[in-house]
């Protein structure tokens, strides 16, 4: 059961909340399902997880760390004094952008107009997979596509810079709901895992990180 113990492991996960002002804000459909449940499975093996969530519904998985953030920028801080470890998966889905400007009292109608300015926030999996001191041993991103999958995810897994990336299909009932199909992409392989429950999929990614642990 403890095949994964001595690794250290650093999951995002949830969607990233990017405040307007007190009241409103920008942020996406990810439930943090399959994020923590990957934390979950990779805890059941042994694995000292630390799992940096933006807000979601859900409880704690037993055995893991869970740091709590709200904006992309938070979760970056976060994974940055975390570091070091030996696998950073990133499952989070991080806002791509941000308002511009934070009205410290609610705005009023007339101040935010139809027009919001934004502006782009830090890539946490590009940062991650470039760090030039403390780079863990295996980057895992997600490339949650609608369309062109395997092409958009390839061409993610090397613009990024990570070692894999997890595929996934995301234009039918993914988003919150519990079952998921991936393609693992690494730099010599392609594997398809089929349509199965979340945690089935959390299980495949553990095995596939049990399996490579020799080589690192
Ligand atoms: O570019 P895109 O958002 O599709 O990339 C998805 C992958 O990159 C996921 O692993 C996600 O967690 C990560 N990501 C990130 N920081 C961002 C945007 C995405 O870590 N700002």
């Given at each position: 059961m403890n095949r994964l113990e001595g690794l250290s492991i650093i999951i995002t996960a949830g969607p990233t909340v990017e405040a307007i002002d007190p009241v409103r804000f920008l942020s996406n459909r990810s439930s943090g399902k399959q994020g923590y449940l990957i934390a979950e499975v990779l805890a059941e093996h042994g694995a000292d997880v630390r799992l940096i969530s933006g807000p979601t519904c859900l409880p704690c998985p037993n055995d893991v760390s869970r740091i709590d953030v709200e904006s992309a920028r938070d979760m970056l801080a976060a994974v940055e004094s975390e570091l070091p470890a030996s696998v950073f998966i990133a499952v989070a889905a991080v806002s791509d952008w941000r308002p511009a400007e934070f009205y410290?009292?609610?705005?009023e109608k007339a101040a935010l107009s139809s027009t919001l300015e934004l502006v782009e926030n830090p890539d946490i999996l590009k940062a991650v997979s470039q760090?030039?001191?403390?780079?863990?041993d295996l980057v895992i991103g997600f490339a949650a596509e609608t369309h062109d999958l395997l092409e958009r995810a390839r061409a993610k897994r090397l613009r990024k810079g990570c070692d894999w990336i997890i595929a996934n299909n995301?234009?039918?009932?993914?988003?919150?709901?519990d079952e998921n199909a991936a393609v693992l992409i690494t730099s010599d392989r392609e594997v398809e895992w089929a349509r199965a429950t979340k945690r089935e999929i959390a299980v495949k990614l553990a095995n596939a990180i049990d399996a490579t642990r020799a080589t690192h």
């Open positions: 410290e009292l609610k705005a760090h030039t001191e403390k780079r863990p995301v234009s039918g009932d993914v988003m919150g709901g």
